[in-house]
């Protein structure tokens, strides 16, 4: 599905099913150099369970147009008028490393309109060293093998995945170099200067699970305690022997614990 938001064609993946204002709403956004692919198991399980389940592409992403948004706070502010534009109400989110900063920043701007918040493979601050914002820009090639190669645990490189046939670290290679120029590098700057993490999180009145990798290199789990420590109602899972690439190393163990937090009342 494509909608004109600021002036760019923006995709909506929804399973093929229209958007019913009376339907509870998840919205799933993805990370740096990836689009809203990385969540079809997961947005197709709910949209055939009663939900308006979307996946967006962001700006600049696969099918949406750009510019790139560089920056947390303004993508942020994109996402709320992607809800409008919808006619979404309220809504619980998803994201995962940029898009979870995007997820939390959104909640923090409209805390009464976000439910639930789910922040996956996240840290803050969520730094990106100098040489690898420069690999980025100038040999992003070399930037996708890097990445591919620390977002994966151990386990996941001997080729074993839950989806048979599926290379995990192939399609993970093939998704970021489906990224126009520039991509990668205006998606770790806004990671690298995003500054309102814990003054985001002290705005933040949802409940808020955080799901994390036991072996992630990208976004240690050690790296979310302070945005733990700051939203007031935090439920933290850490799913063993798993990677920063949760969604593609354990995308069966994210879709049970993301239902078992949705259904739960509080």
């Known amino acids: 599905m494509l909608i004109d938001i600021d002036q760019r064609k923006t995709f909506f993946y929804t ?7 009376q339907r509870p709403s998840i919205l799933f956004i993805h990370g740096a150099a990836n689009d809203h692919s990385v969540w079809n198991t997961h947005t197709r399980y709910f949209s055939s369970h009663g939900w308006n389940a979307i ?43 940029m898009g979870s900063l995007i997820a939390l920043e959104s909640a923090s701007l409209q805390p009464h309109r976000i439910t639930k918040l789910v922040l996956i493979g996240t840290c803050y601050p969520m730094p990106v060293s100098p040489q690898l914002l420069e690999l980025a820009k100038s040999q992003p090639e070399q930037a996708y093998e890097l990445i591919n190669h620390y977002s994966f645990s151990d386990r996941a490189k001997l080729g074993t995945s839950q989806i ?20 990668l590098h205006a998606d770790f700057a806004a990671c690298n200067s995003y500054d ?23 976004t240690p789990v050690s790296g979310a305690e302070t945005l733990i420590t700051n939203v007031r109602s935090n ?9 920063h690439a949760l969604m593609i ?6 879709l049970d614990c993301l239902v078992e937090f949705v259904s739960e009342l509080n």
Not at 15 to 21: A, F, G, R, Y
Request: proline share 7%; net charge negative; hydrophobic share 40%.
């Open 15 to 21: 399973s093929n099913k229209k958007i019913d204002p």
């Open 55 to 97: 996946s967006v592409d962001l700006p600049g992403h696969n099918n949406t147009t750009g510019p790139v948004i560089s920056n947390i706070q303004e993508s942020a502010q994109w996402i709320l008028k992607c809800l409008d534009q919808l006619d979404i109400a309220n809504a619980i989110l998803v994201g995962h490393s």
């Open 196 to 218: 309102n993490g814990v003054n985001a999180a002290d705005q933040v009145s949802c409940p808020t699970l955080f799901l994390l990798g036991a072996e992630d290199k990208m």
């Open 249 to 254: 190393e354990q995308p069966n163990a994210v």
């Open 164 to 183: 048979p046939g599926l290379s995990m670290l192939g399609s993970s290679m093939q998704l970021m170099q489906r990224s126009a120029p520039g991509v």
């Open 235 to 243: 439920h933290v899972t850490i799913l063993p022997r798993t990677g």
